[in-house]
């Protein structure tokens, strides 16, 4: 009570900035057209998480949207990709061997709209590096930051890879196994991916993905829609639907 007593308010650094009007003055930068990673849809260097409601084939899509970028097509056929270049996709779970399978049907079915899908990536083939720690041959565990929130060495050469080769896309699938489960504060993993000059999805996997809403732009699977939460463009429904183990826009 003393030391209240005798501070005056003027000496008290809280009540240098009284009220919001600061907040209310700043200008929201939205991203101009040409800093989308994908037109419309995602900025370059965002922060963005994909989740479903027990609906299969987040990571179908998610492999999509790397192809996207890794190859200078358009997401869902309809979206451009406007800053093609290296993507690198780590996954957690599933093996090299599935995830081949996958990018081969992929590749096949893709091939019906996007007749030049094969040039494209034998024009590019080091552009699309996907890692499997679910193989365990890498000598890292997947957890980029540890219980304390700090790096690991997994994270180090998580940075040191986007930044030697300039990536455009990061893709952590599914990203609960990026962090331990009683790390305390999940802004400390936000943090360190924020110091990544790429953008980063964020494959949400299970309940834990009420965790991932401090991200630029949200993306949901629904039954019949891939629902988008963007801070820069509002919320709105995209018509998809799954044929032959690709997603395709229904309208």
């Known amino acids: 009570m003393t030391v209240s007593a005798n501070l005056k308010i003027e000496e008290n650094p809280f009540a240098r900035k009284l009220g919001i009007q600061e907040w209310q003055n700043r ?3 939205q991203p101009k057209p040409e800093e989308y990673l ?12 994909l989740q479903t409601s027990d609906i299969f084939g987040k990571t179908t899509l998610a492999t ?6 890794a190859f200078g097509l358009p997401f869902l056929n309809r979206y451009e990709c406007l800053q093609p270049g ?3 996709y780590i ?4 093996t090299d061997e599935d995830s081949h399978r996958r990018f081969k049907r992929l590749v096949r079915e893709w091939s019906v709209s996007a007749p030049d899908l094969s040039a494209r990536i034998d024009e590019n083939l080091d ?13 890292v565990s997947p957890q ?6 700090s790096m690991t060495k997994t994270y180090t050469y998580l940075h040191q890879f986007s930044e030697y080769f300039k990536c455009k896309l990061i893709v952590l699938d599914p990203v609960e196994d990026f962090f331990p489960e009683n790390l305390k504060n999940i802004s400390e993993l936000y943090l360190k991916l924020r110091q990544i000059n790429s953008t980063v999805l964020l494959v949400a996997d299970h309940s834990r993905n009420e965790a991932f809403h401090k991200v630029e732009v949200g993306l949901s699977i629904t039954e019949n829609c891939l629902r988008v939460h963007s801070d820069y463009l509002g919320c709105r429904d995209i ?3 799954m044929g032959a183990g690709i997603w395709f826009p229904t309208s």
Do not use: W, Y
């Open 91 to 94: 996954n957690g779970r599933d």
């Open 144 to 149: 980029l930051v540890d219980v304390s929130g």
């Open 38 to 49: 994908i037109s419309e849809l995602i900025p370059a260097k965002a922060l963005v998480s």
């Open 127 to 139: 552009n699309f590096t996907h890692v499997s720690l679910f193989d365990e041959c890498f000598g």
């Open 239 to 241: 018509g998809m639907a």
């Open 86 to 88: 290296k993507v690198l």
């Open 27 to 29: 200008q929201f930068i």
């Open 64 to 69: 999509q949207l790397a192809m996207s970028v």
